[in-house]
C-alpha cells in the first residue's frame, strides 16, 4: 500500500493545484474589458510572429531527417546491459 500512496499523491496534488489556479483566475479581479480592436498586436510583433511560422516548417523536416538518420546510423549497434540507463 505505500508505493500506491506515493504514485498517487503527486497527481492529486497536480490536480488540486490546477482547480486552485482556476478557482483564482475565475474569481480574481477584471482588469477591463478586453475586445478584439484591443487585443490586436502591434504591426512589428505580427511581422516577427509571420517570419518564425515561415522558418519553423520546413525546419521541422529537418528534425525529421536527422532524427531517421541517426537512428539509420546507429541501428542494432546499442545493447542495453546493466550499465546503461
Not at 522558418?55 to 546507429?74: C, M, Q, R
Amino acid at each position: 500500500m505505500g508505493t500506491l500512496r506515493g504514485t498517487v499523491y503527486l497527481p492529486v496534488m497536480l490536480v488540486l493545484l490546477s482547480l486552485i489556479g482556476r478557482a483564482i483566475s475565475i474569481a480574481g479581479p477584471r482588469c477591463g474589458m478586453i475586445n478584439i480592436p484591443r487585443s490586436r498586436a502591434a504591426s512589428s510583433e505580427q511581422a516577427f510572429v509571420s517570419s518564425c511560422a515561415s522558418i519553423v516548417p520546413p525546419s521541422e523536416h529537418l528534425v525529421a531527417a536527422y532524427t531517421g538518420i541517426v537512428y539509420w546510423v546507429f541501428r542494432g549497434k546499442v545493447k542495453l546491459d546493466e550499465h546503461s540507463y
